[in-house]
Structures are given as structure tokens and as C-alpha cells.
């Protein structure tokens, strides 16, 4: 399921990581390292790594950069082993199709944590639940395996579901959410949202799919600093439905067809997004 990249360092130094697109490539830095080499060696066993090269940008912060075979990042990892920096890159899955795929769902808020609140009382925690049930059984339907963080009106901490989802590893993750704003009269429309450049084209599937609903769109929002956006291990998309602090907003997001239909067009996008690939 993965390539390695392993980094013999004398004692364990502090990192960083990032993606690179056109062409896919994660970087590493690792400060407080100086190269006493000019070679790596490459094996023949590796499927999504294309090329590794490394420079020594300062005298001591060393860059790795690992090319990818694949346009889209499937997610990477890093630890330690001893005191060698490991990198473990995804494979990018056999597979394309959703019946083949594990798709992590998360229901935002829940709980004590309601969340936002429209203008006739409805609180977001109720709302995420409903639409996130809708797309489990979307998904379900389609074959593919779904983990939820929740599945009725329980208290699940974001560290709790971050925890989840670092241990299930999914191909793929949507947290559904609610937008709310001080001008409930203005602001409207659906938006989604990611940290890494290499998992924006998920979110942008997606987005351009919610848009055929007619919903306003308030963008796509990029750098975001959202727990599950977090993720380097498997790509991911925080969608903010819509805004339940603008009357016409809420009034679609207490309609049960309504909500169904936001449902589809989140698999829609996904589809769409794994065609891409494809």
C-alpha cells in the first residue's frame, strides 16, 4: 500500500512537510541537517514514487523532494524509526470506483457542541447529522465502505474524530458543516475548504457540483486551518453546505429532499473527482 523514504540522521530533528502540484511532490525539510552524501538509492519495488532528489538549501536545513507517479497526492505520513526519518507515501488505491473506496464521513458538532444556530432556532449539529446519514447511504449504495464519527446526537470531541480517522486511514475524507454569519442577509452560499494544495481538486469538484443546486457560492477556501483539513495521510474536503443564518438558506436545509440532494451532489463531486484521475 505504500513506498518508504528513509533518512539516516544522527539524532531525530525537527520537520516539516508540504505538496507541490504540476508536477505532484512532497517536500520534507529537516532542520538542523547538513548532507555528508550526494547519493540515494532508488528501488525498483517503489509504484507512486517517480524520483527523489535532495539539496541543501542552508547549512543546515536539507530538502527532500519526492516526485510523485500520479497527478493527485494520496496522502503521505512521517515518523521516526530510531533515529531515521522515515516518509511513507500512499499508493495511489487499485481501484477508482467507490464500491472499491473507504470514504470517512464526519457529521460536525453534535452533542453540547450545537454549532450554529438559524434564525427560527435549528441548530447546525442536527442539520450535519441529517445531511452526513444522507450520504452514508449514498455511498453505501454505490458499494463503498463508510466510517462515520457519529450517527445520532452524541458529543464527539475533534480531537476524538481526528484520532478516528488517523486509525481507520481512509481513502478519502467529508466533513459536512454549516456556514453562519453576522449579516443574514448578504451572505449566502456553499463553500469548501482544504490545507494541502494537493487535495484543493476534491474541493473543487465538489463545489462545482452544490453549485448546480443554485446555491449561492461563497468560494473555495484554501490554507484553512480546520482539525480534519489537517490531514496529510488521505485527502479531505470540509464542506460548508450553506449558511443557517440566511433565511432562504435554512429554509432549504429543513427540507428533507433538499438535504438529499446536497447529499448527491457531494457524491457527485467525488465521482467526478475520481474520474479525474482515472
Known sequence: LYDYVSLILYERLPYQSFHQINPSTII?????????????????????????????????LLRIKIELNHEQHWGHSIYYAGNNLIIKVKRRPKSLLLKDLVIGVDAGHGGTNKGAFGITGIMEKDMTLLVAKELQQLLEAEGAKVIMTRTKDTTYDNHDRYLLFKETNPDLLVS?????????????????????????????????????????????????????????????????TLFISHPED????????YRKQMAEKIVEGIKDWLAQQR
Open 28 to 60: 520534507i525539510d529537516v532542520f538542523g541537517a547538513t548532507t555528508n552524501t550526494n547519493w540515494v538509492t532508488q528501488m525498483q519495488s517503489t509504484r507512486e514514487i517517480k524520483n527523489i532528489s535532495y539539496e541543501q538549501v542552508e547549512d543546515e
Open 176 to 240: 459536512i458543516h454549516l456556514n453562519s454569519s453576522a449579516d443574514p442577509v448578504r451572505i449566502k452560499g456553499v463553500s469548501t475548504y482544504y490545507k494541502h494544495i494537493g487535495y484543493r481538486s476534491l474541493s473543487q469538484k465538489i463545489l462545482q457540483q452544490m453549485l448546480d443546486m443554485g446555491l449561492g457560492e461563497f468560494g473555495n477556501v484554501g490554507h484553512f486551518n480546520f482539525i480534519l483539513n489537517g490531514f496529510t495521510e488521505f485527502p479531505n474536503v470540509l464542506v460548508e
Open 250 to 257: 435554512e429554509t432549504n436545509v429543513l427540507n428533507a429532499a
